[in-house]
């Protein structure tokens, strides 16, 4: 059967109370003026054994309250420098779905998504993620399942949020509906740690191209994991996220290599978006809000015939580790958005440095609390995003069990036919979607 999502209802959720005139005109700062001008998207689905009658409702007034505290949330953006608080609200949209929410959780297809979502995270401002020509900041979707489940959908400016402040959000959220609030305040204060420069040159039209690509989700249960690590250890300890990173790299760059039909291993590089708030000296509160990251390079040019995962493992740790506080203090100085764009210009030059290097981009997610959002009916059975219309793009998110990995995999048609033939992905795979 088809999935059909009905809207039922369309308000704008105000805060609950005032934003004071001080706080009005709020800054974003420089690491927030190089994000991507789209949105980040969670979706959480939850099961149908403890919904009320007033449900709907208790979200409403829990986000009204939530908004208070967030109050850039409910704002609108003003260009690439700052947000108006001006308590407009957010968007929440209740839907009907006419399927059963077990569908969701066996086969979390990117295009069904979509349809949850009260508007398209990357393409938002084409699909009415405006209100009287305004970009909105906030999106909500509540969709209701024809067997009783529930699953929201949740978008934020990528322009004031990345994961973490998702995550974060999210979880205040639902702490305020259960009425047990003891979450810490959010941090608003990231133009003051990184000042803006008043820069824009971040389109999402240079991101998103038009070219035919697929997304499958590969599965990698605990002990799955466990046997991955074990199986690179040698004279390193891999983390979770390590393992999977090099094994879906080596299995791409393997793909490039059928697909040219040379010998030699391929040339490449890997990114990934590495969260600072932990980095920086002193530590950042968790609940810091911004675009708290940074993007690590990870090149691959040798010219060989057989490869390692452990060599991948060292690249990659080498390349992550290089984000430390040193770094960042000098990020935080009067150069840094000469700093900022460091990464940017180097992956230029080294995309450039032989024909063909193909450049992958992960994010992971997997250590971001989702599976612990209980609004009052439980912990989800199922949280994740949609992935970035890109190829070569890879978010990792945590499993219900918080012991596993799921890789969200965007490649072209043609790369992932071959992918998910791979037999040295698929031996720690424990499942294919």
């Not at 399942?145 to 979880?171: P, Q, R, Y």
Request: charge should be neutral.
């Amino acid at each position: 059967m088809a999935m059909k999502v009905e809207i039922i209802s369309r308000e704008m959720i105000k805060p609950s109370s005032p934003t004071p005139a001080h706080l009005k005109h709020f800054k974003i700062c420089l690491l927030d003026e190089l994000a991507p001008p789209s949105y980040v998207p969670i979706f959480l689905l939850y099961s149908s054994a403890e919904f009320g009658n007033c449900f709907a409702d208790k979200l409403k007034k829990s986000l009204s309250d939530t908004l208070a505290r967030y109050y850039p949330f409910s704002g609108k953006l003003k260009g690439n420098l700052s947000v108006d608080c001006n308590d407009d609200g957010a968007l929440f949209l209740e839907a009907k779905v006419n399927i059963a929410a077990s569908e969701i959780v066996r086969d979390p297809e990117t295009s069904m998504l979509y349809k949850l979502f009260p508007f398209d995270p990357y393409r938002g401002t084409a699909d009415g993620a405006t209100v009287d020509g305004e970009t909105l900041i906030t999106g909500v979707q509540v969709n209701v399942f024809e067997c009783g489940g529930v699953g929201i959908g949740v978008c934020v400016s990528h322009k004031i949020a990345d994961g973490a402040t998702m995550a974060s959000f999210l979880n205040a959220w639902a702490a305020t509906a259960t009425g047990i609030d003891q979450t810490a305040a959010p941090s608003l204060d990231s133009a003051l740690l990184f000042p803006p420069k008043g820069v824009d040159i971040i389109k999402q039209r240079d991101m998103i191209k038009d070219e035919k690509i697929v997304t499958r989700r590969f599965e990698f249960e605990g002990k799955n994991l466990a046997n991955l690590k074990a199986n690179i250890a040698n004279d390193i300890n891999p983390t979770r996220v390590e393992a999977v990173t090099t094994l879906i790299w080596k299995a791409a760059m393997e793909v490039t290599r059928l697909n040219t039909g040379k010998d030699l291993i391929p040339p490449s590089i890997v990114t990934h978006l590495v969260n600072i708030r932990d980095r920086m000296n002193p530590p950042l509160p968790r609940h810091s809000v911004g675009n708290l990251w940074r993007l690590s390079l990870a090149p691959y040019f040798d010219v060989k015939k057989e490869l390692e995962l452990q060599e991948l493992v060292r690249i990659l740790r080498k390349s992550i580790r290089g984000i430390d506080s040193e770094y960042l203090t000098k990020l935080q100085g009067d150069d840094g958005l000469a700093k900022a764009l460091e990464p940017l210009k180097e992956l230029r030059q080294l995309a450039l440095r032989g024909e063909g290097v193909e450049v992958y981009t992960f994010s992971s997610w997997a250590r971001f609390p989702l599976y612990e959002i209980n609004f009052g009916w439980g912990m989800p059975i199922k949280v994740c995003t949609i992935t970035v219309p890109v190829r070569n793009s890879v978010i990792l998110m945590g499993t219900k069990s918080g012991d596993g990995i799921e890789a969200w995999v965007t490649l072209t048609e043609k790369d992932m036919a071959k992918f998910e033939c791979s037999q040295e992905l698929l031996q720690f795979v424990s499942a294919r979607i």
